[in-house]
């Protein structure tokens, strides 16, 4: 029924309409001519469609013009030379940046859906999904109809689509947006990449909310980010795009972060000069279900406790806690959510063994397991069993940290194969091998994943915490382009039933 209203209510549009008030010249044609859709793959152009030549790190997209028109397309967008056939009957518009263009398109094509919604924006290097899913519980507890983009999904009432980046490109996440109205959603909560941001994704609208949680080096690459200063100023620009940011002022670079802001500013941390600020912060451990309780002051005064362990997992409750704070949600609703919370793959526990604690969590950066490990430590005085790989194709120094964190940190490390891509799984097991032997850590090196867990839980100890870290919700190990399924409950789940069928 969707897709039905969904043609009857978008149909043809001017594209003088949809142009709007971006910058832009007609450089051939008429600007008053009807569209039927707004496309950036010409695989996809069709009869009166607007093409919007997109230059990708692979494939530029003007080289495609031709094959648009070819297709049907009767106006382009572009920010170069096209190559077009001899007296066609085409509108091209030259703009400065094409992606850029294309949010605002897209916008305008989906009846600014952004517009009929509360937008809640969440950036960081860390802490990301978490906050989104606890906004969304929090907030649904209050009655409100919740919509959800992310790394693992997007939730669209009762619909849940697969994740392909955290956050979709722009025509992608003004779709869903649109969905969402129609859906009976009033609020939308997101991630927001750095790279996202970067690229313009999230052009088009102004985020109601904007939420920093904190920032570390990663994301640095040759297919992320130049260097630190360019990741932190792309992750800066949600404060220019937002009417409130809420920020963590523990963060070493919070100020840097906003600088520049065009929105009103409220803080959030456990530092004294926090505006919502989170302290006397203890351990809990109901029956291996690990924890955090504390209490609240400044713009929010409770007493809570969040089922979820260590301090970082006060900082995502700190942050819901801030923004739900702006939708008079109640007290005891806050306390029933936070008590309720759950990640698929963020520090997610899986029943294993009555003497040792298994869990799977996301953690595929230094900064993440060093979290991650140093709040298990802290939870008893069984071993700390780290099971991880690494992904190929990126950046070779988060091999050589991961190594070094998990050597220095954990009882007992086994390395793994993660998503290999186009490298060779050994190689990038011999580089986490460098940085553990910078440490005196013990480990032991098995390059199949499965054989690595199952070695892991036959090895377990009373009172262990046996961490498998690094896909977390991930159901695929990606192999030279393929994506194969694989997913780490999946494989604990077979190890299970075959130590039963032996026995």
Excluded at 233 to 257: P, S, T, Y
Excluded at 404 to 428: H, Q
């Amino acid at each position: 029924m969707f897709y039905k209203n969904r043609k009857e209510r978008l149909g043809l549009k001017p594209l003088k309409e949809l142009l709007g008030n971006l910058a832009y010249t007609c450089e051939r044609g008429c600007e008053d001519r009807p569209v039927t859709a707004v496309v950036y793959d010409s695989r996809k152009a069709k009869e009166g469609c607007l093409f919007v030549c997109i230059r990708g790190a692979n494939f530029d997209g003007h080289s495609a013009a031709g094959q648009a028109v070819e297709r049907g397309a009767k106006a382009l967008v572009v920010s170069g030379p096209v190559q077009l056939p001899p007296d066609c009957d085409v509108t091209v518009i030259r703009v400065e940046d094409t992606r850029y263009a294309l949010a605002f398109l897209a916008a305008a094509w989906f009846d600014h859906p952004a517009e009929k919604l509360t937008s809640i924006g969440v950036t960081g290097t860390k802490g990301k999904t978490t906050t989104t899913y606890l906004v969304k519980s929090i907030l649904e507890n209050a009655g409100r109809r919740v919509g959800l983009i992310g790394t693992i999904e997007t939730i669209i009432g009762d619909d849940h689509i697969h994740a392909v980046n955290t956050t979709p490109e722009s025509y992608v996440l003004q779709e869903y947006l649109y969905r969402m109205v129609e859906a009976g959603c009033d609020t939308v909560v997101m991630e927001v990449s750095s790279q996202a941001l970067m690229l313009h994704r999230t052009q088009g609208f102004v985020f109601d909310f904007g939420i920093f949680t904190n920032l570390e080096p990663d994301h640095i690459g040759p297919n992320e980010h130049a260097d630190f200063g360019e990741y932190l100023r792309c992750k800066g620009m949600l404060f220019g795009q937002c009417r409130v940011g809420i920020v963590n002022c523990d963060d070493a670079h919070w100020e840097e972060v906003v600088k520049g802001h065009t929105c009103s500013l409220e803080t959030y941390g456990l530092s004294e000069g926090a505006m919502l600020r989170a302290q006397d912060l203890s351990f809990t451990n109901d029956q291996g279900r690990l924890g955090m309780a504390f209490r609240t002051t400044g713009l929010l005064e409770m007493d809570a406790q969040i089922s979820m362990p260590g301090r970082f997992s006060v900082y995502n409750a700190l942050t819901a806690m801030a923004i739900c704070r702006h939708f008079s949600v109640s007290k005891e609703d806050i306390k029933r959510a936070l008590l309720s919370a759950g990640v698929r793959g963020r520090i997610e526990p899986v029943k294993v063994s009555d003497d040792f604690t298994l869990l799977i969590d996301y953690a595929h950066n230094a900064m993440a397991l060093e979290s991650l490990l140093s709040t298990l430590k802290e939870y008893g005085h069984g071993r700390i069993v780290c099971v991880f790989g690494c992904g190929g194709n990126r950046s070779r120094e988060r091999r050589f940290d991961m190594g070094e964190v998990s050597g220095r940190l954990a009882d007992f490390t086994v390395i793994t194969s993660d998503n290999p891509r186009f490298e060779e799984p050994e190689a990038i097991i011999g580089d986490i091998v460098t940085g553990i032997r910078k440490t005196d850590g013990a480990y032991v090196t098995i390059c199949d994943r499965k054989e690595a867990i199952a070695y892991a839980i036959d090895h377990g100890q009373p009172g262990d915490i046996i961490v498998v870290a690094g896909k977390g919700h991930e159901d695929y190990q990606e192999i030279r382009g393929v994506k194969y399924p694989m997913d780490d409950r999946m494989l604990v789940a077979d190890i299970l039933r075959e130590r039963d069928c032996k026995n």
